[in-house]
Each structure stands twice: as structure tokens, then as C-alpha cells.
Antibody, heavy 122, light 107 residues
Framework: QVQLQQWGAGLLKPSETLSLTCAAYGGSFSGYYWTWIRQPPGKGLEWIGEINHAGSTNYNPSLESRVTISIDTSKNQFSLKLRSVTAADTAVYFC????????????????WGQGTLVTVSS | DIQMTQSPSSLSASVGDRVTITCRASQSIRNYLNWYQQKPGKAPKLLIYGASSLQSGVPSRFSGSGSGTDFTLTISNLRAEDFATYYCQQGYSSPLTFGGGTKVEIK
């Protein structure tokens, strides 16, 4: 049963780059889509984007200009970088696994990482 | 983007009650609708996928139905551990989107 563990810096200043990494333990890394989702405090969930083991990515257009998701299959890890952050990027960021790409239909998320609170403040 | 609208945004219920949460999509999403449960400080947990398929390990008191644009999540015989926030999510097209959530509180 795969488990996801994530880590990264929790406090950033405006204009800095958010950087988070998620590692998958105990299951297959290929054949899935590895995803980042965020949740501002007290608010709903926003899909950020996904990557597969071949490095193919798909991003939410609302964030695409600032986001890069990358993968390291040798370590079963994938990462998120979000550039030029502002206070609006303050959120809990989750990593998750999907069985299919967002464009194919019937994409769902299971399991999830534990979440990382990232606060952007001067 | 496909907009997902949940109702109600919150509800109060008692242990043993039957609870129904509604999710409406801004366009047809076939049966590509998933439900999650989130407790404070925790990651969401997948309950239902494909509108009505119960995720492994999820109690059978949770059920889902619907297709096209209108979907429901029903919790039969509500238990204390079911008090949480529930989200729907469309898996039909990118960008994937979530409903605003329904908080189920203790009456």
C-alpha cells in the first residue's frame, strides 16, 4: 500500500519560489499520475497539476505560468516549484496519486500526502 | 473550467441520522464524480469514485448516486466519526475542480 510523504519550506517571502517534494513508499511509481493540490486556510481545494513517470505534465491554466512539476523516478519522488509567490499562495499543499491523467476522464486522488502549510509573508 | 456547486454548505445532524449532500456540475460530466471526506488538519480521504463506487475500506453506510450534472452523497446511520467536511470533485476534464465543501456538524 503506497504512502506519500512530503516536505519543504513552510515560510516564504513574497516573490520567492515555493519548493516542495513528495516521496512514494511501498508501491509502484510507474503507471500513475502524481499530483499537487492546494487548500488556502479555511477554503476549498484547487488542483495545481500532474506529472507521470515519463515526465509528461499538465497544469492548471490559472497557475501554469508560474508552476513546474518534476519527477525523479530513481528516488520515487516528484516535486513542485511555484515561482513569484504572493500572500494569495498561502495554503496547505498536498501531493496525491491519480490512476489516470486529468484529460482522460475519471481521475481521482488516492492516497494523499499529509499536507504542508506554506505561508507567504513579508 | 467545469464549476462544481455543493449544497448545503453546512448542515447539522444527529448520530443515527440519514444525511444527503448534493453536488451539481456546470456541464455534463457523465459519472466522473468523486467524493472525499476531510477532517480538520488532515488530508482528504477518497470515499466514492465514479459517482457510485465505494473505495476499498470505506463503510457501506456511504453511498453515491447520479450522472450527468446532478449527484448525491448519502450517509446512512450517521456516526460520530462522520462529522467532517465533504467535497465532490469532477474527474471529467482538465483542470480538475472541486466543490466548495459541505461541513457536517453535530446537532
Amino acid at each position: 500500500q503506497v504512502q506519500l510523504q512530503q516536505w519543504g519550506a513552510g515560510l516564504l517571502k513574497p516573490s520567492e519560489t515555493l519548493s516542495l517534494t513528495c516521496a512514494a513508499y511501498g508501491g509502484s511509481f510507474s503507471g500513475y499520475y502524481w499530483t499537487w493540490i492546494r487548500q488556502p486556510p479555511g477554503k476549498g481545494l484547487e488542483w495545481i497539476g500532474e506529472i507521470n513517470h515519463a515526465g509528461s505534465t499538465n497544469y492548471n491554466p490559472s497557475l501554469e505560468s508560474r508552476v513546474t512539476i518534476s519527477i525523479d523516478t530513481s528516488k520515487n519522488q516528484f516535486s513542485l516549484k511555484l515561482r513569484s509567490v504572493t500572500a494569495a499562495d498561502t495554503a496547505v499543499y498536498f501531493c496525491a496519486r491519480s490512476p489516470v491523467p486529468a484529460a482522460r476522464g475519471l481521475a481521482w486522488f488516492d492516497p494523499w500526502g499529509q499536507g504542508t502549510l506554506v505561508t507567504v509573508s513579508s | 473550467d467545469i464549476q462544481m456547486t455543493q449544497s448545503p454548505s453546512s448542515l447539522s445532524a444527529s448520530v443515527g441520522d440519514r444525511v444527503t449532500i448534493t453536488c451539481r456540475a456546470s456541464q455534463s460530466i457523465r459519472n466522473y464524480l468523486n467524493w472525499y471526506q476531510q477532517k480538520p488538519g488532515k488530508a482528504p480521504k477518497l470515499l466514492i469514485y465514479g459517482a457510485s463506487s465505494l473505495q476499498s475500506g470505506v463503510p457501506s453506510r456511504f453511498s453515491g448516486s447520479g450522472s450527468g450534472t446532478d449527484f448525491t452523497l448519502t450517509i446512512s446511520n450517521l456516526r460520530a466519526e462522520d462529522f467532517a467536511t465533504y467535497y465532490c470533485q469532477q474527474g471529467y476534464s482538465s483542470p480538475l475542480t472541486f466543490g466548495g465543501g459541505t461541513k457536517v456538524e453535530i446537532k
